[in-house]
C-alpha cells in the first residue's frame, strides 16, 4: 500500500443513482478508490483519492466529478499569484 | 514512420542520467508520430505514449524483440502523467494523431494500449466516438509491460495500483537537492549579510568564522528536508508532509546541537532549534510534488496551515541569531 495523506479533504463525489456499473473507474484509478459491486460503483477508500481526475474523465455517464489538480506545494504557490492576477487555475506546474 | 532500434546507446545513457540530475529536464523530447518496433503488422499492437525521451528510451528496451506500434503524442518533451494533468496527453491529440499517422489503415484490430498514467487526459468514450478505436488502459509502469503483453493484454491489479517505495523515492532525490539552489542563494546571502553587519567587516577571513556555523546548519536542514524526509518518509509519524519534515529537522537540530553546542552561546542553540526545523518542512513540503498520492484539496489545506508556522519559526529563529550576533 502506498502511504497516505490528510484525511477528509479531497473533493470526489460519486452520483450512484447514474452508475451504470462499467467499471471504468476502477480501471483508471491507481489507488484503488472505487469497486464495483452488484452493478454499482462505491468508494470504498475515498481518502486515498489524490485528485488527479481520471475517473470524472472516463465515466461515461458522468456520475463521478472532482476538482482534479496536482498536489504539489510548488503548483499551488504559483497558482495562489496566478490566482490573484488572472484567475488561473490550479495544479500544473510540473512544465 | 520509423523504425526503433531497442539497444540503449551510451549518450541515450549519459542524456538519461543528465535528465535525473535535473539538467536540461524540460523538453527532452523525440518527433510525435508512429512508430514501428520490430517487425509490426496489421494484427500488432498499438501502444500510445507521450513523445519524452526517457520514456521513449524506457518503452524500446522493454520492448525488445517484440513487433509493435508505438504511437507518441505531442507532450512536449512532457512525461504521460504531467502531461496528462495538464491536457496535452489528451482526447482531442490522441484523435487527432491517430487520423494523422493513417494508423486506421495500418492496422486491423481497434483497440489502443494507452498507459494507466494517462487516464486523467484521456477520456475513453469520446475516443471510441470518434475513431472508432477502444481505449484499454494498460500498466503504470513500463517494466510490466512484457508480462502485460505476454498475458494476452490482462492487467493484473498490482499492474494498476501506484508504488512509492524507496527506490521510487530515491530517483527523485536528486532533482530535489538540485531544485533548491534557489532558497539555497537567498539563505548563503542573508547570512553573509547578517555577519557582515554584525562584525561589520566585510572581508571573507572575519565573516568565515562567523558565517559557517549559520551555513552548515542550513546545509544539514537541506539534506534533512530534501534528502533524509524522503527517504524514511513512509515510517516518519503522522500525514502532513511539513509535520514529517520538522520532526526530522528537529531531531537533526538536537543533534547537530549535541555534538556543537558546548562552544555555542544560547541564543545559537535556540535559533537552532527554530531555523532547521523550518527549513526541512519547507523542503518535506516541496515533496509533495514527486509523490503520487497527495491530492491537491490536501496540500492547499497543509499548506495554509504549515506556511505561516514555517514562516513564523523561520523568522524568529533569525531574529535571536541576529541578537545574539550582535550583543
Ligand atoms: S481522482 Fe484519480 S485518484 Fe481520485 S478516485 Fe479518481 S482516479 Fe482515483
Ligand atoms: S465509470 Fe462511471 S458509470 Fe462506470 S462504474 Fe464508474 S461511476 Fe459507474
Redesign the interface.
Known amino acids: 500500500m502506498s502511504p497516505r495523506y490528510l484525511k477528509d479533504v479531497v473533493t470526489l463525489q460519486l452520483d450512484e443513482e447514474r452508475c451504470s456499473g462499467c467499471g471504468m473507474c476502477t480501471q483508471v484509478c491507481v489507488h484503488g478508490v472505487f469497486a464495483v459491486s452488484k452493478s454499482i460503483a462505491h468508494l470504498v477508500d475515498r481518502d486515498a483519492c489524490m485528485e488527479c481526475g481520471a475517473c470524472a474523465r472516463n465515466c461515461p455517464v458522468e456520475a463521478v466529478s472532482v476538482r482534479s489538480g496536482v498536489g504539489c506545494a510548488y503548483a499551488v504557490w504559483k497558482s495562489w499569484f496566478r490566482r490573484k492576477k488572472e484567475g488561473g487555475e490550479v495544479g500544473s506546474a510540473c512544465s | 514512420m520509423a523504425r526503433v532500434a531497442t539497444d540503449i546507446t551510451l549518450p541515450d545513457r549519459l542524456g538519461g542520467w543528465g535528465v535525473r540530475w535535473g539538467i536540461n529536464r524540460?523538453h527532452y523530447t523525440v518527433a510525435a508520430g508512429l512508430y514501428a518496433v520490430g517487425q509490426p503488422g496489421s494484427q500488432s499492437p498499438v501502444l500510445v505514449s507521450a513523445n519524452y525521451k526517457l520514456t521513449f528510451d524506457q518503452l524500446r528496451r522493454e520492448l525488445a524483440g517484440r513487433d509493435v506500434w508505438l504511437l507518441l503524442l505531442e507532450t512536449f518533451g512532457?512525461n504521460v502523467w504531467?502531461a496528462?494533468?495538464?491536457g496535452t496527453f489528451g482526447t482531442l491529440e490522441l484523435i487527432n494523431r491517430i487520423n494523422r499517422t493513417g494508423l486506421p489503415t495500418l492496422v486491423a484490430h481497434r483497440t489502443l494500449i494507452v498507459p494507466?498514467?494517462g487516464?486523467?487526459?484521456?477520456?475513453?468514450?469520446e475516443v471510441k466516438k470518434a475513431t472508432g478505436f477502444k481505449v484499454h488502459?494498460g500498466p503504470?509502469r513500463a517494466e510490466d509491460l512484457p508480462e502485460f503483453l505476454d498475458r494476452g493484454m490482462e492487467?493484473t491489479p498490482a499492474m494498476?495500483?501506484?508504488?512509492?517505495n524507496l527506490r521510487d523515492r530515491l530517483v527523485l532525490i536528486p532533482v530535489e537537492v538540485v531544485q533548491a539552489w534557489k532558497p539555497t542563494l537567498i539563505i548563503c546571502l542573508l547570512i553573509v549579510v547578517v555577519c557582515a553587519f554584525a562584525v561589520r567587516d566585510f572581508r571573507f577571513f572575519s565573516l568565515l568564522p562567523v558565517g559557517l556555523p549559520p551555513t552548515v546548519l542550513y546545509l544539514v536542514a537541506l539534506l534533512a528536508g530534501s534528502v533524509v524526509t524522503p527517504i524514511l518518509?513512509?515510517w516518519i509519524p503522522g500525514?502532513?508532509?511539513s509535520l514529517k519534515g520538522a520532526q526530522v529537522g528537529l531531531l537533526s537540530a538536537i543533534l547537530a546541537a549535541l555534538v556543537m553546542g558546548s562552544t555555542w552561546k544560547v541564543a545559537d542553540l535556540v535559533a537552532l532549534l527554530f531555523v532547521v526545523p523550518a527549513i526541512t518542512a519547507y523542503f518535506a513540503?516541496?515533496f509533495?510534488?514527486?509523490?503520487?498520492?497527495?491530492?491537491?484539496?490536501?496540500?492547499?489545506?497543509?499548506?495554509r496551515i504549515a506556511l505561516p508556522v514555517i514562516i513564523l519559526a523561520f523568522v524568529v529563529g533569525v531574529v535571536v541569531w541576529t541578537v545574539g550576533l550582535l550583543t
Open positions: 524540460m512532457i504531467c496528462a494533468g495538464k494507466q498514467l487516464a486523467p487526459g484521456i477520456a475513453a468514450h488502459y503504470i492487467v494498476r495500483r501506484a508504488r512509492f518518509l513512509p500525514r502532513a508532509f513540503l516541496n509533495t510534488g514527486c509523490t503520487t498520492f497527495t491530492s491537491l484539496s490536501g496540500v492547499e489545506k497543509e499548506m
